[in-house]
T-cell receptor
Framework: GQNIDQPTEMTATEGAIVQINCTYQ??????LFWYQQHAGEAPTFLSY??LDGLEEKGRFSSFLSRSKGYSYLLLKELQMKDSASYLC??????????WGAGTKLIIKP | GAVVSQHPSWVICKSGTSVKIECRSL??????MFWYRQFPKQSLMLMAT?????????EQGVEKDKFLINHASLTLSTLTVTSAHPEDSSFYIC???????????FGPGTRLTVT
């Protein structure tokens, strides 16, 4: 079956760095996405990885290892506004997104 | 980036009535749109794929006669929740891919409360 695993909740301190991990098992693979979702709002796109390696975009970076079925989202210089849920999603061979349950990130001052 | 709108943003209705939710791609054409449902503290659950000019594709367990989808044009898809029940109360979100298959933009969501 298809499965996406990520931690339910993480806590970090303002100004610090946090890494949110995601492991996946899907039928085919056409890329992995990270989305940010604030409470009561729709998800917003953060990153897309289809090749192995690290993609950096400002304070956020995303890493992919296809052989390990593993990705992480790295958030640097954390700000209070980064408190949100972070959703990992894989696009399978039918170009459908398979979603993880999301990681709720709590930022403390 | 591309913009997807939804209307209404929130709606309260009585049990047994029907509610229509619109999803529009404002600055691009979308032959496909996706409808999701999200219950509190849970992830997105794909309900159906809306296809312009043809029937929607429903995910397993989603009643197509209860959740009517119409994709009448390249910029508009509608989801009608028929004979709504309190358990249908949820956050409904649509999304649409742009010309690059991996880029998918989400509408702001519609919060439905059935009393």
């Amino acid at each position: 079956g298809q499965n996406i695993d990520q931690p339910t909740e993480m806590t970090a301190t303002e100004g610090a760095i946090v890494q949110i991990n995601c492991t996946y098992q899907t039928s085919g693979f056409n890329g992995l996405f990270w989305y940010q979702q604030h409470a009561g709002e729709a998800p917003t796109f953060l990153s897309y990885n289809v090749l192995d390696g690290l993609e950096e975009k400002g304070r956020f970076s995303s890493f992919l290892s296809r052989s390990k079925g593993y990705s992480y989202l790295l958030l640097k210089e954390l700000q209070m506004k980064d408190s949100a849920s972070y959703l990992c999603a894989c696009m399978d061979s039918n170009y459908q997104l398979i979603w993880g349950a999301g990681t709720k990130l709590i930022i403390k001052p | 980036g591309a913009v997807v709108s939804q209307h209404p943003s929130w709606v309260i209705c009585k049990s047994g009535t029907s509610v229509k939710i619109e999803c529009r791609s404002l600055d691009f054409q979308a032959t496909t749109m996706f409808w999701y449902r999200q219950f509190p503290k849970q992830s997105l659950m794909l309900m159906a794929t809306s296809n312009e000019g043809s029937k929607a594709t429903y995910e397993q367990g989603v009643e197509k006669d209860k959740f009517l989808i119409n994709h009448a044009s390249l910029t508009l898809s509608t989801l009608t929740v028929t004979s709504a029940h309190p358990e249908d109360s949820s956050f409904y979100i649509c999304s649409a891919p742009t010309s690059q298959a991996y880029e998918q933009y989400f509408g702001p969501g519609t919060r439905l409360t059935v009393t």
